[in-house]
């Protein structure tokens, strides 16, 4: 299934629910990720323009490796539906918070890209602060919705 240097990910996690341990380690990232942004953010508005430059690159980076280590865990590990199949919840209440969370997630993965990638000329036309409020509020409900998936799949 797995290779032994990848099996870790699917042990037992560390919050203490059904998840394994790759499940636990990108829903503490995701829950954290307000927060981090929230810093760069601050870096900007003391006028860090550079520390905030950086800091977004680097925690933008950070979030599409991170995406890409849970669908590969998600797939290896046998989808939805495997995760879903211990919990207690209806499977399609799950599958449409599942849903809301991926159109938010893609939709705010979206302008945080346009708004690093095209920040000079967004700051030119005066838009890069409104596209980055847009941008946060969508971490900010990539987080929530994130845990809420989790809680549904795990917890519950």
Known sequence: MVNDHLAYMFKAGFLGTRAP??????????????????IAISFARNRHYKVHSYSQIF????????IFYFEYGVRVGGGFDTFMKDSHVSHNYALFVLIFHIIISLITLLFWGIAIFRAKKLLQLGKHRKVGLFTFVGVVLTSLSGIWVYFLMFVY
Do not use: K, R
């Not at 925690?59 to 991170?66: E, G, L, M, T």
């Open 21 to 38: 341990f790759f499940m636990d380690f990108v829903t503490l990232i995701v829950a954290l990720l307000p927060f981090l942004v929230a």
């Open 59 to 66: 925690i933008f980076a950070f979030s599409v490796i991170v």
